[in-house]
């Protein structure tokens, strides 16, 4: 991932690498704490799983985790949120015109990073199966974001939407991220099939877990105080549940919350009562196992090797119950 | 072009038909002003010059408009315009936030319109070639941007860095339409490389003329008031050009005009002024003159038929003197 942010000169590449949390604001080299590499460690796992050579994996994976970074750049821009990972964020150090042009830039070098896929010897049509699949669950996570920011403020987005909403903006690029490692690792396709099935359900996972923290995580572990998505009126599992199942006054004054221009600390403790009271949290939880549960059938359909099984449920375990 | 947006549903993309001229705010047809289509034109006219079978090139053509559209999108969210062709920009109506999605949407379906080279036929290696060529430019052209923004304020901006700036926000796409209908069409390097040349003095022809309407262009014909340009501060060969000749007195004024918040119709005039002086028309009429005969002459050097030449040549002759 590194030689692809080194190789080229200019300020916007320093930018990009501090964003990576390579460096810190004045370009100098820092260990700091970055993303959890989901998405490659995903991909890269997947391709040994089914058999394959992890290493043709590599340009996917990278490509898979600039676009996720290319996506936060421009989220924070949307969401005007100041810090990330316990660091300002790239708009809040050089303002919204340049995040906005090093986010498209970041992109680009997603775009590049696929080049090496043909160098390393992979097959032609599966290279470029590759490409279609990163295409695609990129369409979908854009189409995702954008019914993300129409729906926000509307306190009648149903379930079924929300799901919907989601499973493009986030689990489009999840299951991407194993789909292609999948492809690239072997031709059997029942084995795709079932790391298919599997990166659909991780996607939920992620997703209802964050929305979970976002609500009832403790700030010391998420760097968000509790309520932080009720804060902001973010679309989230909690609060589309509470709408719909709430009841009477109880419903009313969630309404009437959400309709105001600014949340309270005691309208957040007034949500999370209503919440409470809705059952929010179980129907959450419960989701969540549902999808973890499916996640690992999938798992056990593809008939891998002990010890890759035994890695992919650490990760599921860990997207589960993750705190941060 | 069409066939790319109409095949999805959902609002994201009534906002790009509305974007691409077809559409009104309400999604309803209408047929308006729309761009030049300039990129597309010069992609088929050329693969057609070459010897080649115009069609072939119709994926790299619609890519590289839809690419340009992407780009308008998020210049206007950055120099916050609310107007362009005559109409309210993407921002202006549905806001910035869905106004970034929108476009990055639109650069991802500009990725998909290239599914569409192998269709056709196409050689793999050369459609290869073409995807890379699109998004070599595309990251030229991202990083002309990121200088633009980062040279904005600046009153000390060189010539040759300006020149290298817009070699690269504006000159790589042009560049890039002549070069992949260049290559879809011809195997032979003396064509291609002729090509090459055509296109990189064509982008400096495109941007110069810009300049100098945004300088001095007549408002009924361009829709911006004289010195639009010098009002907003944009980077500009004008104003490049001014700074670095202008002595003394005028030097100083100039500076102290560009040093303020806000610059009045009084300080537009005294900037024109000094630019007269300066000899800044003269000098970026030689220049984009040179640049024009440049074109001409790489053209000749490409032995193409007489009636293909004759048409490029209008083309040329059209940038020169374009008054909108």
Known sequence: MRSHLYHREGIAYDVLRYNMGWVDVDAKPIASRTGKALRPTLCLLTCEAVGGDPALAIPGAVSVEFIHNFSLVHDDIQDQDEVRWGRPT????????????????????????????????????????????????????????????????????????????????????IRCSVNIGAVIGTKDTVRIKAFQNFGRSLGYVFQIRDDMLGTWGEEKKTGKPVGSDIRRKKNSLPIVHAMAQSKGTQQHQLKSIYAKNEISGQDVVDVLDIMATAGSQEYAENLLQEHGSMAMEAIDNADIAPTTKHEISQIVEFLLIREY
């Open 90 to 173: 790239v708009w809040s150090i050089w303002g919204k015109p340049k995040a906005l042009v090093a986010g498209n830039l970041l992109r680009a070098v997603a775009d590049q990073a696929l080049w090496n896929l043909d160098k390393q010897g992979l097959d032609y049509t599966v290279a470029t199966k590759v490409v279609h699949l990163l295409t695609e669950s990129y369409l979908s996570m854009i189409e995702g974001q954008y019914l993300d920011v129409a729906y926000e403020g509307h306190s009648d987005t149903e379930l079924a939407e929300y799901l919907d909403m989601i499973s493009r903006k986030t689990g489009a690029l």
